[in-house]
């Protein structure tokens, strides 16, 4: 049900969380902070680039110009929510650590790479479900029974 980039997601995330982005030098800070926003930039472009069905059926991709847009896009939001993240996440690994976590910055990475994983095959069921509903060849059809008069 997951795919190779779900996982290479998953573990991305968790590897990115086991960063301190306290512990970092100002300038491995920004590297971090860049490294992030590219990281996002590129699961963008890749999402982007998926066909989608369009209302015939048939498969509509996006161009590369609109995929870069995208990507962007999401570059923009990430880096100019990158301060709000790391004080989240400071705040969180200050919690685990005043209520007697041992390693929190393990359990934000593992947490960080099961929420990932979570969303992933919440979306890919709900991927099929639509599927399902919009297929016309998958629904069965109430035909009325001639011989009794009520539908079977």
């Known amino acids: 049900m997951l795919s190779r980039s779900d996982l290479v997601m998953a573990l991305g995330a968790g590897a990115a969380t086991l960063v301190d982005p306290r512990r970092l030098s100002p300038r491995m800070r920004r590297g971090y902070r860049l490294g992030l926003t590219a990281l ?6 890749q999402v982007a680039a998926q066909p989608q069905k369009d209302e015939d059926g048939g498969e509509v991709v996006l161009p590369p110009v609109a995929r870069g847009a995208i990507a962007a896009g999401v570059a923009a939001t990430v ?14 690994f200050d919690w685990l650590t005043r209520h007697g976590v041992k390693h929190p910055r393990v359990v934000l990475a593992v947490g ?36 009794s008069g009520q539908d079977s």
Do not use: I, W
């Open 40 to 45: 996002s930039a590129a699961g963008a472009y």
């Open 79 to 92: 880096y100019g929510s990158v301060r709000l993240g790391e004080r989240l996440d400071a705040a969180s």
């Open 112 to 147: 960080g790479a099961v929420l990932t994983l979570a969303m992933n095959v919440l979306e890919k069921r709900q991927e099929k479900s639509d599927a399902v509903r919009a297929d016309p060849e998958d629904l069965v059809q109430v035909t009325p029974d001639p011989l």
